[in-house]
């Protein structure tokens, strides 16, 4: 007559056999095992793809990078321009004109506006002009003042003041304004208009007045500079007037 297994005998056969049947189902500890040189092999691997798929910081991309033509001298004062600069070339190649906002490199550092003639034939015409917009800003209040200048056989530069603020658009946004930036640019204006109507007693017109031209800050508004008014004006220019409305005047 055959025995019958203890119940610990009948626990310990059952329980092996479920370790046996798990044990093959399931991977070995060697191959569980990822060595030094597979995770540094995975790890260079994984980093060059990312370099791939990820795009450089637009830092990178738009970083400014010093060039010789960024950087102009005038007597002993370095300045370095700021931002797009405006350049206009003669139709006759007599010379070009360079504009541009600027940092003062040397002491005092300040921002300032630099005008630059370059000569390169006959611009004796253009030179004129511009020492007479220099002089507009040394006479006609409310303009920047001039800060430096240098007239040379080659061309002539001057340096004004940067008025404190930014440009309208950056301080105010573009129009159409609200009524409340619309409240404050008007208590503003009667400052540029005293600045115009010096102009206008000269016998000068800006002729160029544009929201790059009016710096702002919270509590004033200035012109940038003395616009076309040292330029003669072009036929059909001259003599026009704009009449305004009385504020009498009813419908």
């Known amino acids: 007559m055959e025995e019958l297994d203890s119940s610990e005998e009948r626990i310990a056969r059952l329980t092996g056999s479920l ?20 995770l540094r092999e ?28 960024r950087e102009v001298s005038v007597g002993q004062a370095r300045y370095r321009l700021i931002g797009e ?11 070009r004109l360079l504009r541009a906002d600027a940092r003062q490199a040397t002491a005092p550092s300040r921002e300032v506006r630099l005008s ?12 004129a002009e511009l020492k007479h917009e220099a002089q507009l800003h040394g006479t006609v209040v409310g303009l920047p003042k001039v800060l430096a200048r240098e007239d040379r056989r080659e061309g002539f530069t001057f340096i ?15 129009a159409p304004y609200p009524g409340i930036i619309l409240d404050t640019l008007v208590r503003l204006l009667p400052q540029v208009a005293r600045t115009l109507e010096g102009l206008h007693a000269v016998g000068k017109a ?20 003395a616009g076309l008014a040292a330029v003669p004006a072009t036929a059909g220019e001259a003599g026009r007037s704009v ?9």
């Open 19 to 38: 370790r046996a049947v798990t044990e093959r189902g399931r991977p070995t500890l060697e191959a569980q095992t990822l060595r030094i040189d597979e």
């Open 42 to 69: 995975f790890v260079l691997r994984t980093e060059s793809s990312t370099a791939r798929a990820v795009p450089p910081p637009i830092r990178a991309a738009v970083l400014a990078r010093p060039r010789g033509d």
């Open 85 to 95: 600069a405006e350049q206009t070339e003669a139709r006759d190649g007599s010379y």
């Open 116 to 127: 630059r003639l370059e000569v390169l034939g006959d611009a004796e015409q253009r030179r």
């Open 160 to 174: 004004t003041e940067m008025p404190p603020g930014a440009g309208l658009s950056a301080v105010y946004g573009r």
């Open 206 to 225: 800006h002729r160029a007045l544009r929201p790059e031209v009016l710096i702002a800050s919270r509590e004033r508004l200035w012109l940038r500079d």
């Open 243 to 251: 009449a305004l409305p009385s504020r009498n005047a009813r419908r």
